[in-house]
Structure formats: C-alpha cells, structure tokens
C-alpha cells in the first residue's frame, strides 16, 4: 500500500498540481527532487500526530527537504473528521514552537470549501488521491510569494482554469484517465 499510495499521490501532484500549474511553487521543488513523501500506518489520531510530530522534527532538523506531504491513507477518511483533526495538527506545531516556521495545507479527495457544493469544480484545487498534511516552511512560502506577481490571485486564477475545464474533464484527470 505504501508504493502505491506514493505512486498516486506523485501522479496527481505532477499532473494536477504542477500540470495545471494550480501551485506555481511545486514544480521547482519537485525538479530539485525535495519534497519527501511518507505514508502514514497510523490506525489512530494519535498515531497520525506522533508521524507529524516526527515528520515535523525531520523537516526542521534536514534543510534538503524544502516539503513534506504525509499520506493518510487508512485515518480521516471523512472530510469532516479531517478537518477537525487540522486543529490538532495546528495545536501539535504551537506546542513543538515552530509556530511561524511550518504550517499544515490541506488536501483531500473530500475537501470541500466553505459555502461551497460538494460538486462544485473549485474544490477541485483542493482535492487529492488521499488525504495530505502538506508541511510546508513559512520562511520558504514567504520567499516564493513575494518573488511572484500577483500571488494572491493564485486561487482565483486556478477557480477559473477549473471552470474552464469542466467538471467532467477535471474528474478524469483526477482519476489519472
């Protein structure tokens, strides 16, 4: 399962992500072969946040992983429940200080924007194989908006792109068909 929830989620992070180029940042890192990839076997929220716990004191301990996204394929499976455990993720990086260091992006096959139908195509931005804790560095991301021109219209330029799309043709490529 480890293989091939890796395999899934590198497809859809350079079809989706970096194909459409929904994260102008990834394709740099993805190039320079520093985004780590660890599969979650974690059958309990605890589990999951002693993985981030280490996962979080890797990444600040090694300076050639610019990224991590842990994989969840076996916990969090509902949207809901994964979006209450981003407040444990969130407490977890306040008591380990490294708020202001890393922040936690979500992705999901669920997700789900506030206001939103759950078929809408804007969601889409959002949607992953399985769930991810994206660990990111703030120091990094901070760099990255400031040398990109209107950064702040990222998500509603990536809304667009979707809508473009269609919904039909975003599922599929989702579905890597």
């Not at 350079?14 to 194909?19: A, S, T």
């Not at 429940?81 to 993720?89: G, H, I, P, S, T």
């Not at 195509?121 to 760099?143: A, G, K």
């Amino acid at each position: 399962m480890t293989e091939q929830a890796i395999k899934s989620v590198q497809l859809w992070l350079e079809n989706i992500v970096i194909g459409l180029n929904l994260c102008p940042f990834a394709k740099r890192e993805w190039t320079k072969n520093r985004i780590r990839f660890s599969v979650s076997d974690a059958d309990s929220e605890e589990g999951l946040l002693r993985i981030l716990n280490s996962e979080l004191e890797l990444i600040f301990a090694d300076d050639s992983i610019e990224t991590t996204l842990i994989i969840v394929p076996d916990l969090l499976k509902d949207f809901y429940e994964y979006n209450q455990f981003l407040d444990l993720a969130d407490r977890l990086i306040e008591q380990m200080d490294f708020t202001g260091i890393f922040q936690i992006a979500s992705f999901h096959p669920y997700y789900q924007f506030d206001g939103t139908d759950s078929d809408d195509v804007e969601n889409y931005t959002n949607r992953s194989p399985l769930p991810i804790l994206h660990i990111l560095r703030e120091d990094s991301l901070e760099r990255a908006i400031a040398n990109y021109t209107d950064a702040d219209k990222i998500p509603e330029r990536n809304i667009a792109l979707l809508q473009e799309m269609g919904l039909v043709k975003v599922i599929k490529l989702l579905k890597n068909e």
